[in-house]
């Protein structure tokens, strides 16, 4: 059965934004994890580290345990 090129393509989207939205709940899991809670600053951290290429994401990820909340937000450029 072959899908019509509109309803492909829609379902890719949908895929997509399946998985950001995955990603970004694993993210604010561990921060909150790591750090107690999500206050505005690491709020405002969210989006620029969700900007970041997977390869980098999963890298700062492994890293997380080792980073301050103050190391977090100066290398994303939040006030500390």
Known sequence: MKLS???SQ???EATQ???QEGRREILENLL???FGQLDDQLEVIIEQIMELP???LNRLILKLSSLSRDE???R???KN
């Open 54 to 56: 997977k390869e980098d």
């Open 17 to 19: 934004s399946g998985k």
């Open 72 to 74: 977090l937000l100066a």
């Open 5 to 7: 090129p509109l309803f």
């Open 10 to 12: 829609r379902l890719e």
């Open 76 to 78: 994303f450029g939040g």
């Open 32 to 34: 909150v994890f790591r």
